[in-house]
């Protein structure tokens, strides 16, 4: 009996009357953990009754703690008939679990019904006595933090970075019990919240015990999901970044500042003599070679798979078999020394079976080179699943697919994936599973153990910003073509000419001008299939769905004068008659990278004189189009001398041909012209129809009205002054296409035009924040029904002050920006950086030493040899025959960005317009971001996760409003049992807020309609850097008086 | 091809004055999205009609929503479901509670019972106020008189506790809570120059000075009814003019007091005992409920109409209801000068509001 779990019922509020005759309710409530019941007496005739119960206390296992939520029901109490549930309240009492989180939770909580909604509140106070401290961590995984947000959170710092964390559950849908036949929705409803919300605490019980194991205290970057099968189970699977984290404590504080100034000469001198990018280590870059350039080469079908297989490209995705074995072939382009280190670090990397990260975030000196996005996908039959109320045969798709980032990654050069992340797409049986992430290097900092981060620490000393632009792989033994170049900043590396990721832009890059939102949107029709012939369908379709997403976004990135791409979220989703593909990311200027050319376009027919003059207006209107854009963005770059300057690269002026079919039109031919010259080096060639619709398309992406700006990454480059105005919002839309007979040009436009207002609509609603920018601008498509489109937003709009951006501006204020918004990363992490190497740190080393007993393999599953080709080829053959059938196709993207090694100018701006307090009313207000960051303020108290699944139904749609008034009511419901639940625990805030999951199903005829909603975040507690400033001595004293502020509280 | 479901819902609620006002205003989504376009919101903001239905839309269904709060405002400041800052939740509150001087006018002194909301349509087409907005603001009447019914102490302290109003408008409410509850005529063609805020004043004094609540501060009803004891020591007043030596004298002090300060000096001599009579009859008649209502016609009838004839200012009205109040405190023989000095004050203050020049 390792805990015991102890809850009061206060009081109730504004309760639904229960009683007609009398208009009251006599009300009581019952508290349950596990098994145990408690009952508070009846407070007869009263909307507002209140109970002052004594103690329920409950004695149970920790590991029922962390998997059991604490359910309170009211009730109305009946003399003749049953007693009327009035609704529920489920605690995830998990934060009280963790000695630093929240110690009581105590507040109102919405009184919930998944048929009539929020009904009421109910004042409740729960704690929990954990007995003995020391056996705390055995059965269980009592005490590991888990965290949403994608970075090192604010008021830690890494001390080491275990990695990938991963697990699955699958139960039986209660939908689908034979028992939901003869129960009513509200309990097979609240049998499906119960069981999802055990499977909740179950799963990340596991994932605890797994970072345990790993030697680790801490989930970051955790991601959780699930999969609605239907007929074969419901599966909740979770990944996530296991680390080892450190408060970051006034001691702490203290301890730094003082090996800052002790550590760093030392570090100088050995940057000198061996450090990374060190400038006395000559380039050894082989013997010069005419370069095959390409821009992409990705999205390609996998051999075995594609019937059109007429694209040249195909051979790219089969680049894993070519000399992967080693593991080496990224070392070669700097010293032999370096070339070790990598190995090292690799080495480290790999006994992990599977290197990769879910951080978007990185801390600094971390991220070493990045090479590209790598994705792969898988397209599966759920009735096919030989056991499926065992997790094994999803286990084993998800590890296929894993097994395929990482030989993509390998194939770039990586030994590492970051960004990493997974979604499924599921339509009746049909089941798209994806994995997409970055290929990177990692410095061996954080992900080795104590005694070899001492050996080789000079390794990590700090690259120069451009240095992730850098490419990982061999020049000489490229992946795929690519056109490289000197990077723009330091001038001594390869750079590519286009960088595609899934990560958020380093804080360290050097950005021009501003960023912005970019989408590919694409709608495939499909026919309507059943089982293998459908999964075979939707698998041809799935290259092509790809490849034109991807070219869209080159395109619109090329249009906005831009060569980066940060945030790359890839969504397939699948319908009956067709797929729906969006592609998100923000588009950037990274200096490092050489400027873009153009568009050109090229008609096929010269001798039409009317089609010539199209074409040129055509040109005229993207060059007019490109032009304004860069204005629109400030993309001024610096004028670049030459590149070809002590360039040992020869520029051929060559072209690749890049095939482009899909299943109607195989004809059509996209040529591109991807020779260095800075002007037109991009050609599209027009000679059909379709290619001069795409390029239409390409132009009606309205701009941002004037003020605004957006994005999907945490922050925007090039703005940094925001105000304390901040707005979460969700917005959905659902769009019945009443035409079944529509071709993919109408169902794109459709889908397009769809995006589209949505997005205005979003400015219009915000207009009075001008000037704003949207951020974390996050799109979930669906396809609901056969004709039915379902776009759901979620997104941050955060106001910025104008005036100081442009006096700033520019080049150095590019880097102000994103320090100013991580100021505390500025103020905190980086000295705690640099000490932690320093072996005079003790704190730091021993933690190091300790926690680490080695790398620990994950001991589920034994490593697989992923560079042995023909062994993939015939377990492909193998679901071949289980009929399950898989596509794949890894994207691989370059980038490059130069970066002066400006110093980070400390003229930080902060604005502090006043933020309303709110005098006299009883109810915290509860901010909500997706953000990991609130402007302005700083977070001294991460109080635990909030994850949350809502079901709710009705069956008078009409009566609440039609099915806009009943989602909106929904979310509304959503984000006030959120809010309510944070404010108990004592937060003020959710950040790295989340609504991963929203499915709608409606019955009109019938009057009814259904939504599932889940949510999650991190519950904070912040406060306005503006209480801060009555200490303005010295940063650190600041941090020193946040941490005890948080304690006090 | 048509969008199916069109939600926003923002952390904080968003609200729109504007969209709120037509809202109010009873306009169909339509007719908002029409008004909002000639407000020229488009241009300012490069937004098509399709972006401005959807967000009038959008903002309609919030404001239903939140309808149900705003009946009980208190429930505003603490519920969950939206959060709104409160300088925005007193604007919502303030502005729902706002009514129509043309409507309240209509209904003002009348019963607030399911008859007179039959009406409204009537009234509506009468004022040119939508018809849902006057049901609104007949419900808002309805609303605050059930619950300060059954409160005890200062009515425009309840309201304003209750319905958190700002000073100005739960004054309002009082008066048109206490015209209810007296039903009080109001609209005869003669009282129809009369303004709200007219009544409304003159609701203030009789709370002020008549009610039970205006010496005794913790009765139920005390600022909704009227003094019954009092009333009944009116009916003392009537020596005044029954005592036809006490008439005189009364007449000679007055007379003495304004011989040569007002230009209808003549006049005023010759229609002292109608205007007293008058006055004083009313006094008299009080205890009687069908008197009370027509309390204000009477004080139209009775002095008001007499005087404009004779072409008074109102100075001259002024000061003949000073030394008329006042002269009846030096007769000797008149020992009734506590109640008429309470009568006298309140019926001094509302002839000089409700004499229009």
Redesign the interface.
Known sequence: MPGKLKAKVVAG??LPVMDRASDLTDAFVEVKFGTTTFKTDVCPKSLNPQWNSEWFKFEVDDEDLQDEPLQITVLDHDTYSANDAIGKVYIDIDPLLCSEAATVISG?F?IYDTIHG?RG?INVLVKVDLFNDLNRFRQSSCGVKFFCTTSIPRCFRAVLIHGFVEELVVNEDPEYQWIDRIRTPRASNEARQRLISLMSGELQRKIGLKVLEMGGNAVVGYLQCFDLEGESGLVVRAIGTACTLDKISSTYTAAIVQNLSNSSPSKDMKEAGFGEEAPGVPLSSGPPTPLRAQTFSSFSPSKSYSRQSSSSDTELSLTPKTGMGSGGSAGKEAGPLKALLRQQTQSALEQREFPFFTLTGFPPAFLLHVGGVVSARSVKLLDRIHNPDEPETRDAWWEELRQEIKSHAKALGCHAVVGYSESTSICEEVCILSASGTAAILSSRFVQDGALDTDHRFEDVAPPACGFCHIPYDELNMPFPAQLTYCHCCRRHKVPDVLFTTIDVPTEANVTGKGCLIQARLCRTKKKGQGEGNATAISNLLPFLEYELHTQLLNKLKLRGMNALFGLRVQISVGDTMLLGLASATGVYLTALPSPGGIQIAGKTPNDITYEQHISNMQKKINDTIAKNKELYEINPPEFVEEVIGSPIPEPRQRSRLFRSHSESSDEVLELDLSHGKKDAFVLEIDDTDAIEDIHSLLTDAPT?PGFYSCNTEIMPGIYNWTSGL?????????????ANLTNQGLNK?FNDLCE?LL????????SMVPCCLCHVNFIVAVPEDE?I?VAVTAVAMSFDKDQSQENGRQSGDKTLMKAITENEEQLQFPLELSAESPSNPLSCAKGLSEVSGPLPSARAPSVDHSSFTDRCSSWIEQLRLKAHTIRRGSIKTMSSLEKASPVPEGRSRSLRSN?S??????T????TPLSFIPGAKIIKYLGIINMFFIRETTSLREE?G???F???F???V???V??HVAALGGNAVVSYSMKECV?MENPNKNQAQCLINVSGDAVIFIRESELEATPSQTQSGNVQTSSNGEGT | MSVELDVFVGNTTIMDKEVYQLWLNGYTVNDAVKVRMEGGVMEECEASAEVLLSDTMDQFRTFQMCERLLQNPAKLANQLLFQIPPDRQAMLIERYYAFADAFVREVLGKKLSKGTKKDLDDVSAKTGITLKSCRRQFDNFKRVFKVVEELKGPLVENIRQHFLLPDQLARDYAAIVFFANNRFETGKKKLQYLTFQDFAFCAGQLINNWTVGAVDNMVEDMDVDLDKEFLQDLKDLKILIADKDLLDQHKSLVCVALRGKTKVFNEMETNFKNLSRGLVNIAAKLTNPKDVRDFFIDLVEKFIEPCKSDRWTATDVNLYLTHYTNSAHILDSFKYQTVWTRYMGVIKSCILRMYHE
Request: glycine residues 6%; hydrophobic residues 45%; aromatic residues 12%.
């Open positions: 509020r504004h109102w919405p929020i509140e009205p707005q979460m919002f969700t917005s959905v839309r659902v769009f019945r296409l009443s035409n459709i207002n205005k609509s979003l400015y219009f609603k915000l207009r039915l379902q309303r709110c005098p006299g009313s009883s109810i207000v509860v901010k909500m409003g099915v806009s008034g989602l909106h009511s979310i509304a419901e984000f006030a049992m809010r309510a709608f």
